[in-house]
Nanobody, 124 residues
């Protein structure tokens, strides 16, 4: 059974930084791409960032490009999201997800397992 557990969310002032982490179990982690998504109140879930199986390829939503960095440690079965220069509009529940393929996708329907989410709140 695949499990994804996010951590690292919290309250931060605009311009600050947070680092989210997702711990994976139940699947050969290093074979599969991982993604981060977020959902703000009253809005649909949206893509944030994704990383391929090796960590050699990444992709970001335009809204976070240059501010967020996704990385993974296949030895530890973790994927992180470093978030810098945070803005109030980054406020959302952040979810990590895994898909049963090695390559990057940005459509949430391509991911088959999800974590429970971690709240990020950015105050102005």
């Amino acid at each position: 059974q695949v499990q994804l557990v996010e951590s690292g969310g919290g309250l931060v002032q605009a311009g600050g930084s947070l680092r989210l982490s997702c711990a994976a179990s139940g699947r050969t982690f290093s074979n599969y791409a991982m993604g981060w998504f977020r959902q703000a109140p009253g809005k649909e879930r949206e893509f944030v960032a994704a990383i391929n199986w090796s960590g050699g390829s990444t992709y970001y939503a335009d809204s976070v490009k240059g501010r967020f960095t996704i990385s993974r440690d296949n030895a530890k079965n973790t994927v992180d999201l470093q978030m810098n220069s945070l803005k109030p509009e980054d406020t959302a529940i952040y979810y990590c997800a895994t898909r049963g393929r090695s390559g990057i996708r940005w459509d949430s329907s391509d991911y088959d397992y999800w974590g429970q989410g971690t709240q990020v709140t950015v105050s102005s």
